[in-house]
């Protein structure tokens, strides 16, 4: 399999009618890295502050970074969940309880042509890739499902785990108005 070739990468932002702009996101192209063929991008949409968002960017590619040093430098899926868990408790133990965020991340191995991504609440994954010569157009996909609590599989989901959903706010959430999932 020939190696991934990354065109381009762009980021955009737009804040709504919140006082403040609560998303963070952060892109790692091949070679920012410690293992060069690696790139890395992520995207947390703030809820209720950007607390959370914040936090998240600041650590996580520390955590994915760490774990891939010291076992499976391969074993991405592994990592990334293992990352993603160890982010909630290092949440927890910051006790940021009145804030949250959702979680868009996509690892990709340009080497192995790889793409693993992890999606935590309502926001998207889209792949953007050319379907043939260089002036070919682009092809779109969204790699992502969403996960809203009203959605019934995903109610069935947090109330097998003991959550409870609710809608006190207008919209479905779990537990504070905060959290959607």
């Not at 065109?7 to 410690?34: H, N």
């Not at 060069?36 to 947390?44: A, C, I, K």
């Not at 990709?108 to 693993?116: E, P």
């Not at 785990?161 to 959607?180: C, E, K, L, Q």
Request: aromatic share 4%; charged share 30%; glycine share 10%.
């Amino acid at each position: 399999m020939a190696p991934l070739k990354i065109l381009d990468v762009g980021t955009s932002q737009v804040q709504g009618e919140r006082p403040t702009q609560e998303d963070r996101f952060q892109c790692a192209i091949p070679g920012q890295l410690s293992d060069p063929n690696l790139g890395l991008f992520e995207v947390y949409d703030g809820h209720a502050g950007s607390e959370v968002a914040d936090h998240v960017k600041e650590h996580l590619t520390r955590l994915l970074e760490e774990l891939l040093r010291k076992g499976d430098p391969t074993d991405y899926e592994g990592a990334l969940r293992t990352a993603l868990k160890n982010e909630d408790s290092l949440l927890w133990e910051a006790d940021m309880k009145r804030s949250g965020a959702t979680a868009v991340v996509a690892l990709i191995d340009v080497r192995r042509s790889l793409l693993i991504g992890s999606d935590i609440g309502d926001s998207h994954m889209i792949l953007a890739e050319r379907t043939g010569k260089y002036d070919a157009p682009w092809g779109i996909r969204r790699l992502t499902t969403p996960h809203k609590p009203d959605v019934p599989s995903e109610k069935d989901r947090v109330e097998d785990a003991g959550g409870r959903v609710t809608n006190d706010t207008g919209t479905a959430r779990i537990g504070m108005p905060a959290h959607s999932r």
